[in-house]
């Protein structure tokens, strides 16, 4: 397990909303040294308010960050991200850097393009609500959760001794952040999270306008299943936008299963049975729901095998813990 | 409002699965007279052993009804209901009948073809867990949950006294179990949980399938989304096939809605952009969660214009209070 105070770990975070707001409430509870910016300075009052060492200053935050050899932790929406890379690669050349944006392969493209790859780690952590910004940020939002760790670069690269020296701060966050660090490549990650989680808020928010059109009655009976089923329908379209539209083809690819899904659903409600919807449905959730924990491995960056114990775990959907 | 033991309700509640044996509790809790039937054994023996009268006997429960002069709740699956009647019929000539299917026009068509409908009197209350049967019931399930009661009847009979009387059973007992009554045309409210309660569950169903494709890596990296989005595809299948399948043509039509929004998100993601749809559903979240509580109307039974009144209250999804 990485001691984050044997390796004295600072960390700065780029954007303070509910993720990143929400590292930095963690790290700070962990007494690890957090920094971070906002830029809006609303956000950042919040965040002064609450006693955290925040700035509007991009230039100033960064060239701090170098000079304490920080993780950068970008934070912000998906189309501010090529921005904020070539602002740290004017003013903090050397520090290790990690995001938290929703798709993994689109900030990837962005980093290779500025041959940033060695010093970026890229992560998602699987949590969330439909709240944002500050406010909604709180300790314990990762508990549990799972981590993706995206090590594409160590496919290519298994000896990087600064990659893995990223790496080991990224799972550290992580780690102290109470969630479980589970591997990802790109491509996988972004075809997983848009069955998991990207054609969920497009379901709800086409839910929510079918209800809708029901008019008062329809929202007046609306209860449990409605409610569980729209909630993320909350979620600001921005935000939506920027996850759903980065990762378009493999959201289409789950849209091109669904719709024959329900297609043919209608077409047996005439019959009228659902038989074959209910069952298969049902089957996948107790499938979903039968296992109780991720599987874990303890992994050694840079000893032997790593990588492939990395593309094994997952493989199976497990957690490593880094040693 | 109605006091129960001035009007000595006595109810007799057949089928104690979740949403029978959480109203038998309720009711148990507030001192009401209540006594019911189960099929099973099992289910029986445990409603028992929590110390409820209840007995695996049909026609001894609907000859102790008749002598009571209690409410029957019919509580079993829809496909069961036809033989409820048919012994009620029999054993229970002269008690008022409700019953808690979430079908109301199929419901009303099998009371209409025994001529029983002076003394049947819909309800739906909108409250649920994706578990089923006696274990899975309590006491609050329907506090500050719609129940809706269908007044289809007096729409052509405003005046019939036993109606009126029944009406009046049924709105104490959904007072009793702590809901808001909210009026409604068994049409209008097929309708409206097509949209808001059995489309909602054929999504689940088919968002399970897809999660499930993803295998054990989309498996672990689901989180609040996902979990929210399919938490009703826990449902027993035939529980949700009962429900679906019964309310056909109104579900179909849903689909006939939602399917076209899907296919035109996956034509505007190609763009890419999936502006529209995340603007419209965040705009129906927002409107659907505007309102803080059902306005609520004051219904004195057989009083001039009650039937308009019941009218009014449901065009606004208004709940009621009977005098």
Same mark, same amino acid.
């Given at each position: 397990?990485?001691?984050?105070?044997?390796?004295?770990?600072?960390?700065?975070?780029?954007?303070?909303?509910?993720?990143?707001?929400?590292?930095?409430?963690?790290?700070?509870?962990?007494?690890?040294?957090?920094?971070?910016?906002?830029?809006?300075?609303?956000?950042?009052?919040?965040?002064?308010?609450?006693?955290?060492?925040?700035?509007?200053?991009?230039?100033?935050?960064l060239? %701090?960050?170098? $000079?304490?050899?920080?993780?950068?932790v970008?934070?912000?929406?998906?189309?501010?991200? @090529?921005?904020?890379?070539?602002?740290?690669?004017?003013?903090?050349?050397?520090? @290790?850097?990690?995001?938290?944006?929703?798709?993994?392969?689109?900030?990837?493209?962005?980093?290779?393009?500025?041959?940033?790859?060695?010093?970026?780690?890229g992560?998602?952590?699987?949590? @969330?609500?439909?709240?944002?910004?500050?406010?909604?940020?709180?300790?314990?939002?990762?508990?549990?959760?799972? +981590?993706?760790?995206?090590?594409?670069?160590?496919?290519?690269?298994?000896?990087?001794?600064?990659w893995?020296?990223?790496?080991?701060?990224?799972?550290?966050?992580?780690?102290?952040?109470?969630?479980?660090?589970?591997?990802?490549?790109?491509?996988?990650?972004?075809?997983?999270?848009?069955?998991?989680?990207?054609?969920?808020?497009?379901?709800?928010?086409?839910?929510?306008?079918?209800?809708?059109?029901?008019?008062?009655?329809?929202?007046?009976?609306?209860?449990?299943?409605?409610?569980?089923?729209?909630?993320?329908?909350?979620? $600001?379209?921005?935000?939506?936008?920027?996850?759903?539209?980065?990762?378009?083809?493999a959201?289409?690819?789950?849209?091109?299963?669904?719709?024959p899904?329900l297609? $043919?659903?209608?077409?047996?409600?005439?019959?009228?049975?659902i038989?074959d919807?209910?069952?298969?449905?049902?089957?996948?959730?107790? %499938?979903? @729901?039968?296992?109780?924990?991720?599987?874990?491995?303890r992994?050694?960056?840079?000893?032997?095998? +790593?990588?492939?114990?990395?593309?094994?775990?997952?493989?199976?959907?497990?957690?490593?813990?880094?040693?």
């Amino acid at each position: 397990m990485i001691d984050p105070s044997k390796n004295s770990l600072s960390v700065c975070v780029l954007g303070l909303g509910l993720i990143g707001g929400s590292i930095m409430r963690d790290l700070a509870a962990a007494d690890v040294e957090v920094f971070g910016y906002n830029r809006s300075a609303a956000g950042a009052r919040g965040a002064e308010k609450d006693g955290f060492d925040v700035t509007t200053d991009l230039t100033a935050v960064l060239q %701090r960050a170098e $000079k304490a050899g920080a993780l950068i932790v970008i934070a912000v929406p998906m189309h501010a991200v @090529g921005v904020a890379l070539d602002a740290i690669n004017e003013h903090a050349p050397n520090c @290790g850097i990690t995001d938290v944006v929703s798709v993994k392969a689109a900030v990837y493209d962005l980093v290779r393009e500025r041959g940033m790859g060695q010093r970026y780690v890229g992560g998602h952590p699987m949590a @969330g609500t439909e709240y944002s910004g500050w406010m909604a940020s709180k300790t314990g939002l990762f508990d549990g959760a799972a +981590w993706a760790v995206a090590y594409d670069y160590a496919l290519e690269n298994p000896t990087s001794q600064k990659w893995m020296d990223v790496f080991g701060q990224v799972c550290a966050v992580a780690q102290i952040c109470g969630s479980e660090i589970v591997p990802v490549t790109v491509g996988h990650h972004d075809e997983s999270v848009a069955r998991v989680s990207h054609l969920p808020h497009v379901l709800a928010e086409a839910l929510a306008v079918i209800g809708d059109r029901g008019g008062t009655l329809a929202q007046s009976l609306a209860a449990g299943s409605f409610a569980g089923a729209t909630r993320v329908a909350g979620t $600001k379209p921005e935000l939506v936008r920027a996850m759903c539209e980065t990762n378009g083809p493999a959201l289409v690819k789950t849209l091109d299963e669904i719709i024959p899904i329900l297609q $043919k659903a209608r077409e047996d409600l005439e019959t009228p049975t659902i038989k074959d919807l209910a069952e298969a449905g049902n089957n996948a959730y107790v %499938r979903f @729901g039968a296992r109780a924990s991720r599987p874990v491995m303890r992994i050694n960056p840079g000893g032997p095998g +790593w990588v492939d114990q990395l593309k094994q775990a997952e493989s199976i959907g497990g957690r490593i813990e880094v040693m």
